[in-house]
């Protein structure tokens, strides 16, 4: 039922440094690609979205990349912060919302 | 306002049983829907209500139902649990059906023994 799929499983990244991960759908009919972030005893909280009729869109250090041809985008943090350890999930709606396996991030001080 | 509230926070059935699982989404969102967070499956969509209507479902096992109430609150119920079904249920709230902005609650954390 995997829908989109994320990559890497895990992400070790020293502060300071661009963390990056990956995702790729096949179906056209999503129309809102958000991501997710998740801390543990928590629920994932909305970090970023964009529309396919966007290339880029930035909120301070996280930019989503989007590339309708290819059909994936990808989160890039930037200037990574111990705080930004977490889960990472993608996610492509159409009438509902489909989840990527998600990503672990840990920033090494 | 307040967030997305589901209870219980913890919960452990023997195999066999039937549990119902709460979630009162935040006022004013209508469409609520279930997800099951498993560390080898992911978020697994269950389905969404929305008006007191199912309007997508998963695909999961008839043993998984749901509804909705006119205040919008739902309840899932798993029935006949099984091993596998320990998970962390989570539920999101949106404004309306089809709109994006889902919010979620922290879940219920669900153990089969």
């Given at each position: 039922q995997q829908q989109v799929k994320q990559s890497p499983q895990s992400l070790i990244v020293q502060?300071?440094?661009?963390?990056?991960?990956?995702?790729?759908?096949?179906n056209t009919a999503f129309d809102y690609f958000p991501w997710y972030q998740q801390f543990p005893g928590k629920g994932p909280a909305l970090l970023i979205a964009i529309r396919p009729d966007v290339s880029e869109k930035k909120e301070g250090r996280f930019t989503i990349s989007f590339?309708?041809?290819?059909?994936?985008f990808s989160l890039h943090i930037m200037d990574s912060q111990p705080g930004d350890s977490a889960t990472y999930f993608c996610a492509a709606r159409s009438n509902d919302m489909r989840f990527g396996a998600g990503t672990r991030l840990t920033v090494k001080p | 306002k307040a967030?997305?509230?589901q209870t219980p926070r913890y919960l452990i059935k023997t195999r066999g049983q039937q549990v119902?699982?709460?979630?009162?989404?935040?006022?004013?969102?209508?469409?609520?829907?279930w997800y099951q967070q498993t560390p080898g499956q992911g978020l697994q969509f269950l389905f969404e209500y929305f008006s007191e209507t199912q309007r997508n479902k998963g695909?999961?096992?008839?043993?998984?139902?749901g509804r909705q109430f006119s205040n919008s609150r739902s309840e899932m119920n798993v029935s006949t649990l099984e091993l596998g079904d320990s998970a962390l249920y989570l539920c999101a709230?949106?404004?309306?059906?089809?709109?994006?902005?889902?919010?979620?609650?922290?879940g219920t954390r669900l153990t089969v023994v």
């Open positions: 502060k300071g440094g661009i963390s990056i991960i990956n995702c790729a759908y096949e590339n309708k041809s290819a059909k994936q | 967030g997305v509230t119902t699982l709460s979630c009162s989404p935040i006022s004013g969102h209508r469409s609520v829907s695909n999961f096992p008839g043993r998984f139902s709230s949106r404004r309306s059906y089809g709109l994006e902005g889902y919010t979620f609650g922290s």
